[in-house]
């Protein structure tokens, strides 16, 4: 494989790990900090996609994004809403609402499975055509997912230290103590996975935009993906500020993109990757606890041969 193919597939790699990595934040934000398990993130992604595409096709590129993100805040609420108004659990109120948005994103595609924009003005021909004649025009994609990587982090960074914020992690650590510290566990709830969703649903409308399609299952897997790299990225950086935190979040997503291309390089089939994936989770659950046994393991080692 010569350099050149190498570094193209790198700058795929890590424009797909950023892109991705927006969906880490939604479940950087809900998982790791308001402790709720949102098994909506799949659909949820689809309909970000689905919303920003079928928007940018009727010809208002900014507003698609715009777009995307309401949809995917609405999902989010209608999950909070089944747990803390409804008194469904948490697990069971994602899958209902992913599973209902599979029919609400084919009525958003207009009955379509696939959406075509090769000929749809998005984000990214904007920054493509605005970096036209300059060195950074074949990284117009890469741009794009920085500024809004960055954008995310900077808003977790301050939010998350806010009032509201701090509420919101303490929701996740100590509900108890949070209702009898007079703070609606139900509006802190509601609000984190609203904005988590938020992330999910601009994370699928720039995948979308950025491939030029819109696929019904453009998000399957994705909550298994954002699992993966949301461990990568905590057993890489550790513990640490909400910025440092989220900093591993993107680089968790972009170190499993790069596994991905290396086992494609490798002729992998495609139906071969969800295994992929889920080996990649195990292996990032179990690298802590296996960190701690590699002593004790070269103790049992020692003692054995000294018994010997």
């Given amino acids: 494989m010569s350099f050149e193919i190498a570094l193209g597939l790198g700058q795929t790699a890590l424009e797909l790990g950023l892109l991705c990595s927006l969906t880490v934040f939604a479940l950087f934000l809900s998982y790791s900090m308001l402790n709720v398990c949102d098994l909506s993130t799949d659909g949820c992604f ?13 010809g208002h590129p900014y507003l698609s994004v715009v777009a995307a ?9 209608v999950t909070a809403f089944l747990q803390t108004r409804m008194g469904v659990d948490s697990l069971l109120a994602g899958i209902i609402v992913n599973t ?3 029919s609400v ?22 920054t493509k055509e605005m970096l036209k004649g300059t060195t950074a025009e074949p990284y117009y994609k890469l741009i794009v997912a920085l500024v809004a990587v960055t954008s995310v982090i900077l ?14 992690r303490a929701t996740g650590n100590n509900l108890d103590m949070v209702r009898s510290s007079s703070i609606n566990p139900v509006f802190t709830t509601t609000v984190g996975l609203c904005i988590a969703n938020v992330f999910t649903g601009l994370s699928g409308c720039l995948l979308a935009q950025s491939q030029k399609s819109c696929d019904i299952n453009i998000g399957t897997g994705m909550l298994t993906i954002a699992l993966a790299s949301l461990l990568i990225g905590g057993t890489f950086i550790g513990k640490g500020g909400i910025f440092l935190r989220a900093v591993g979040v993107a680089l968790g997503s972009v170190i499993f993109r790069v596994v991905y291309t290396i086992a494609l390089r490798f002729d992998m089939p495609a139906y071969m990757l969800k295994l992929v994936s889920s080996v990649i989770v195990v292996i990032a659950i179990s690298a802590p606890y296996l960190k701690r046994q590699i002593p004790l393991i070269r103790r049992r080692l020692e003692e054995t041969r000294k018994r010997g």
Avoid: D, H, P
């Fill in 46 to 58: 689809t309909l970000g996609a689905a919303v920003g595409a079928s928007v940018a096709i009727m």
């Fill in 69 to 77: 993100m309401a949809a995917g805040m609405m999902s989010g609420f």
């Fill in 155 to 168: 808003f977790l960074t301050f939010f998350l230290n806010t009032k509201l914020g701090l509420a919101i």
């Fill in 105 to 126: 994103n084919v009525a958003v595609m207009g009955g379509s499975s696939l959406l075509n924009m090769n000929t749809t003005e998005t984000v990214f021909t904007i």
């Fill in 100 to 102: 209902g948005l599979y």
